[in-house]
């Protein structure tokens, strides 16, 4: 199962998601992403964490230059470690340049499965 509700992400440990992302400017206008920027992002258990514990992995993010969107793929094996029950935290930053914007900053909460993988 997964869901966005204001931001905050809710996915089932070892499930898979495509999260697709827009920017936007203030106005609402859209700002279409292509080969010159680039969006990098991570999943913490731990904030502001510069030995970095709690790291849970880096967001596997792909431009899509034909709308000018992207797509963050979750992949099974990017929460078949997560701890039940805490909250982790991720961001999406945009990079343009020497510029870093970060464009989302929320909660990742990992819900546990009742299906195991095969072999467990």
Request: glycine share 8%; aromatic share 10%.
């Amino acid at each position: 199962m997964f869901s966005i509700n204001n931001g905050k992400i809710y996915i089932t440990r070892g499930d898979s998601a495509y999260i697709t992302i827009s920017v936007v400017d203030a106005e609402g206008n859209a700002f279409a992403l292509d080969n010159s920027v680039a969006l990098r992002g991570q999943v913490r258990s731990i904030l502001n964490d510069d030995e970095n514990l709690g790291f849970l992995f880096d967001a596997d993010i792909t431009i899509n230059e034909d709308d000018g969107t992207a797509t963050w793929h979750i992949k099974p094996s990017d929460t078949a470690t997560a701890v039940m029950g805490i909250p982790y935290y991720y961001d999406i930053e945009l990079h343009i340049g020497e510029d870093v914007y970060t464009i989302i900053s929320s909660t990742l909460n990992i819900r546990d499965e009742v299906t195991l993988p095969e072999g467990v």
